[in-house]
């Protein structure tokens, strides 16, 4: 099995809808650090799991400098935000989302945790 990480940086802005008072249902910003982990038995014909470069492209493109409300059609918390990255790479089976210092979200994928609706939001290939 083959397993490669990518960490890259992602600025934006959000603001989120929660049932509880919180400074964070105004909006702000952040320099998330997402760590993209990917595996796979056999490498492709370029000899990868995937592309570094790619991963970070496609992730960067759509949300970089963005606000996240507007791009996503979720509740945008660093736990939904994991998930749904999971889900727009291929061999992705875990995402770390880290928020701020001391703070990150994880997603693992895993067949009792589908990617469900956040999934049926795809980016193009
Ligand atoms: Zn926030």
Known sequence: MYYITKRFELSGSHRLELSYESKCTRMHGHNWIVTIHCM???????????????????????????NFNELLPFNPT????????????????????????????????????PHERLESFKLPE
């Not at 038995?41 to 492209?57: P, Q, R, W, Y």
């Not at 935000?81 to 693992?108: F, H, K, L």
């Open 40 to 66: 796979a038995e056999k490498l492709n014909s370029d000899g990868m799991v995937v592309d570094f470069t790619h991963i970070k492209e496609k992730i960067t493109s759509y949300l970089d400098h963005g």
């Open 78 to 113: 660093a736990e939904n935000i994991a998930r749904w990255i999971c889900g727009q790479v291929p061999n992705c089976y875990r995402v770390d989302v880290q928020e701020s210092e001391g703070n990150t979200a994880t997603y693992i994928d895993t067949e009792d945790a």
